[in-house]
């Protein structure tokens, strides 16, 4: 047993489960799915499982008090919620119920309604109805353990809040969870249980004959399939076209958010932490204030639209629109802790629902597209329906008595005792080289990534398995050293390493050699 990822070898004639994508849906698929059958291959265009949205999530479990009611992704958010802990057992990934503060101020409000009325009316309404009304709309929603908090509970749960609270209410259910470690996890348990894993490979066509799905096909050839699951995230409109089983369109939301250094805002807020506004308009939660799994504030995220599938650019703007917008509800941020500015692409349809469905018009095909938040939330959900679906079209629904749900998680050296680490060090030396200081991250981790159960062939790769580059210098000490790993390790020049893939290399040439051209272009003159 155990499979494999596969690079530059050809695909293999056939299989019998073809899921397109490697985000948190396709990985959470994938894993569900060789539970049942290890004839499964996993198709993604970039270098990397999670390497589009899934990597750019806000981290959080939602527990889906802000879902509109009744609709599927609401339904899938609290299911998947409850099943987080069973979820993420075995994997080496640590689940953190953190809880939400949704915080009562006088803006929760709008100024339309309330300069109408008495300041004691609209006091009584902010401190006694509405936070009846949240834990009213979490118990329909099937949502447990609500309680309502008076202003000062609110700051002796959270110190930094705005003075302006009112009131609160405390949702324990709420959770954190490294998104993209917990897509690697799952992609290496499900080729540690045979499934197979190709990057870098771009579906361009799906050949469909007599009403069925028969192969799919990409840049690096064709495999032929009965069942094929499109869980490619913003394009999961253009993958359904190619196999007539389309019908909906993604509109691309692009999701901005900040991050801060963990030295300094570690325990700024112990939960995440949202200012309630009635009547709000748009698309998005409005987002909040949170921990990360990894300990460091996190800020957002916007909700912007764009026609740009790959747009994850960040301007000042937007990062003066995030302090702007969460300046009232902790006025004391530490503004200058900022580390990092980043965004990532949602994949909404017109409906702003999940579809997940079968095809009515192309048998075999199914899709799992329209997945942005609560996607990582509703992520075991989501699989355990398409597993019922899959069912439906001929995968096995006997589980395999060899599966094994473990997944050897590698050792975090900055996480050990010092036995522990001495351990290491004695059987490995590289585990006693620090090459990142902020993160505490040895060479031998950098190693092991390169050459873990999905090869890590670039600095963003390593970034993700390791930390590197992840803490208040982002790189500035341990980026050289560990690009020079990753030459080592794959036998390749250093000019050849990239940040992420193709074209985006870290360095142009060697300093010398430039200035040597440079010195016979004035001679040629």
């Known amino acids: 047993m155990g499979g494999s990822v596969k690079e530059a070898a050809p695909l293999p004639e056939s299989a019998g489960v073809v899921i397109i994508g490697a985000g948190i849906s396709g990985c959470s698929i994938a894993r569900e799915v060789v539970k049942y059958t290890d004839d499964v291959v996993i198709l993604d265009k970039e270098t990397d499982v999670a390497d589009e949205t899934t990597k750019a999530n806000n981290a ?11 609709t599927l992704k609401q339904k899938l ?24 503060l949704i915080v009562i101020t006088p803006r929760t409000l709008p100024t339309s309604i309330t300069r109408w009325l008495p300041k004691r009316v609209v006091r009584y309404v902010l401190e006694r109805v509405v936070p009846r009304l949240i834990m009213r709309n979490g118990r329909k929603k099937g949502i447990p353990g609500q309680t309502v908090l008076t202003r000062q509970e609110i700051f002796d749960r959270e110190p930094h809040v705005t003075r302006n609270a009112i009131a609160g209410v405390f949702d324990p259910t709420y959770g954190l969870v490294s998104p993209y470690k917990l897509a690697m996890a799952l992609a290496e348990n499900a080729i540690q ?4 894993l190709f990057l870098e490979t771009e579906v361009t066509g799906i050949k469909v004959e007599g009403g069925a799905v028969v192969s799919v096909v990409t840049n690096r050839g064709e495999i032929r399939a009965p069942i094929v699951v499109n869980a490619a995230g913003v394009f999961a409109d253009k993958v359904a076209d ?6 909906f369109e993604i509109h691309p939301r692009k999701g901005a958010s900040l991050l801060f250094d963990r030295d300094i805002t ?4 112990h939960s995440s932490v949202a200012e309630f506004r009635m009547f709000h308009k748009g698309h998005s939660k409005g987002g909040g204030a949170m921990p990360t799994a990894e300990g460091n504030l996190q800020l957002g995220p916007t909700a912007i639209e764009t026609g740009d599938r790959y747009d994850t650019s960040i301007s000042a703007e937007e990062i003066e629109e995030i302090f702007d917008r969460f ?3 902790l006025p004391d941020f530490p503004r200058s802790a900022i580390i990092s500015a980043f965004s990532g692409i949602r994949a909404p349809t017109l409906d702003e629902d999940f579809i997940i469905e079968p095809s009515a018009r192309t048998k075999g095909f199914v899709n799992v597209a329209g997945i942005q938040s609560p996607g990582l939330a509703a992520a075991p959900a989501i699989a355990e329906m398409v597993i019922g679906i899959l069912h439906g079209l001929g995968v096995p629904d006997t589980r395999r008595e060899d599966f094994d749900p473990v997944r050897p998680a590698p050792p975090r050296f900055t996480e050990l005792t010092d036995e522990e680490r001495d351990s290491l060090i004695e059987k490995d030396p590289d585990f006693g080289h620090i090459i990142c200081r902020c993160e505490t991250v040895t060479e031998a981790e950098v190693v092991n990534a390169i050459h873990g159960p999905i090869p890590a062939k670039n600095m963003d790769m390593v970034k993700r398995r390791t930390r590197v580059g992840m803490g208040r210098c982002q790189g500035g000490f341990c980026g050289f050293r560990c690009a020079e790993i990753i030459a080592r390790e794959r036998g390749i020049p250093i000019t050849e390493v990239t940040k992420d893939g193709a074209g985006s290399w870290v360095f142009a040439d060697e300093t010398k050699h430039l200035l040597a051209e440079g010195d016979a272009g004035e001679a040629g003159q």
Do not use: C, P, W
């Open 60 to 70: 959080e479990v939602h527990s889906g008090i802000g879902e509109k009611t009744g």
């Open 77 to 100: 958010n609290v299911r998947g919620n409850r099943l987080y802990d069973e979820f993420v057992e075995g994997l080496g990934i640590e689940l953190k119920r953190q809880g939400l």
């Open 193 to 196: 249980n045979g499934a197979r």
């Open 242 to 247: 190619m196999a007539g089983a389309g019908g």
């Open 266 to 269: 570690a325990d700024y807020v």
């Open 327 to 329: 300046y009232y509800l």
